[in-house]
């Protein structure tokens, strides 16, 4: 796991509870690969096997999830942080809605109680409407995204590290999303992995 940043200790979030989270820019800076590693997520795809419906599934739905935590960074205004959230708003891009109002409503309620919860609405979908409709859903926060890196990067900021620039210039070439993910992306250890199919697994 990353080692926390020294001035980044829990005390100091959450003392972000008690009063509007203010960013400085040291803290911008140091969280910049984590706004790179969602964005990347939901840029570039895995190889993976087409055929097999539970991995494209697996693929996709790492999309969604990637894709519904930058919706509220690009989303969400600077007054409306929610305790230490980062928005795009810390980097002067301002937050606006990502989809149409006659379809933000239902998308936002299908993706924010289905992704991570078991309702019993989902006993009521029919097959015409059991798919996600992530057609509507990933392009254009794909394109806010974009954007974003492409804002960020005209702002020219010299205090920020030159390979971390040159990683998010790369996200903007052509050939990006068709280069598989690298297992350097992953939070997730051997270690772990390990572990909790052990578990599954009962041996």
């Known amino acids: ?14 003392s972000a509870k008690m009063s509007k989270f203010s960013p400085t820019r040291a803290q911008k800076i140091a969280v910049l690969k984590d706004i790179r590693y969602e964005i990347a997520s939901l840029l570039a ?33 600077t007054p409306e942080r929610w305790k230490n959230d980062v928005l795009s708003e810390d980097y002067s891009f301002r937050a606006s809605p990502v989809f149409p109002a006659l379809k933000s409503k239902e998308l936002l309620e299908r993706f924010n109680q289905a992704l991570f919860h078991i309702s019993y609405s989902r006993a009521l979908r029919t097959p015409a409407d059991k798919a996600w409709p992530i057609q509507e859903f990933l392009p254009p926060i794909v394109d806010r995204s974009k954007a974003f890196v492409s804002h960020f990067l005209s702002l020219g900021w010299p205090d920020v590290p030159q390979e971390e620039t040159v990683l998010w210039r790369r996200m903007l070439t052509p050939a990006y999303v068709r280069i598989p993910l690298a297992q350097s992306t992953s939070n997730i250890a051997d270690s772990q992995i390990v572990s909790v199919e052990t578990h599954i697994r009962g041996t």
Do not use: C, G, N, Q
């Open 1 to 14: 796991m990353r080692s926390p940043e020294p001035w980044l200790s829990l005390s100091s979030l959450d």
């Open 45 to 77: 795809t895995p190889r993976y096997d087409s055929a097999d419906e539970v991995i494209r599934e697996t693929v996709y739905f790492r999309k969604m999830a990637h894709a519904r935590a930058l919706h509220t960074f690009f989303t969400t205004s």
